[in-house]
Nanobody, 116 residues
């Protein structure tokens, strides 16, 4: 299953950006969809997820600033990022998995750079 990300780029601190992840209709309806990020030399870390029932979870550092959502009509999930900080700089990856206990499928990653 393909996960195709878009929307990365550069932004100044305090700015906003929206990431998108497009996939197949059946996949987005039946899988836990999430966003992870990775910086050089570090492990990939969880950012946000949305379950098929619409339950959302966020890592503590992005709560109140990031919002994950799903548009089933467009077969796309989004990560709306506001009040971005330099420490949000990373490659962001889309992920979809049927349960929490398997690695699932990954997108190719999109770079987000927050810098003045």
């Amino acid at each position: 299953v393909q996960l195709v990300e878009s929307g990365g780029g550069s932004v100044q601190p305090g700015g906003s950006m929206r990431l998108s992840c497009a996939t197949s209709p059946s996949f987005i309806r039946t899988n836990i969809m999430g966003w992870y990020r990775q910086t050089p030399g570090n492990q990939r870390e969880f950012v946000a997820r949305i379950t098929p029932r619409g339950v959302t979870n966020y890592t503590e550092s992005v709560k109140g600033r990031f919002t994950i959502s799903r548009d089933s009509a467009k077969n796309t999930i989004y990560l709306e990022m506001n009040n971005l900080r330099p420490e949000d700089t990373a490659v962001y990856y889309c992920n979809g998995r049927p349960t929490y206990y398997v690695p699932g499928n990954w997108g190719q990653g999109t770079q987000v750079t927050v810098s003045s």
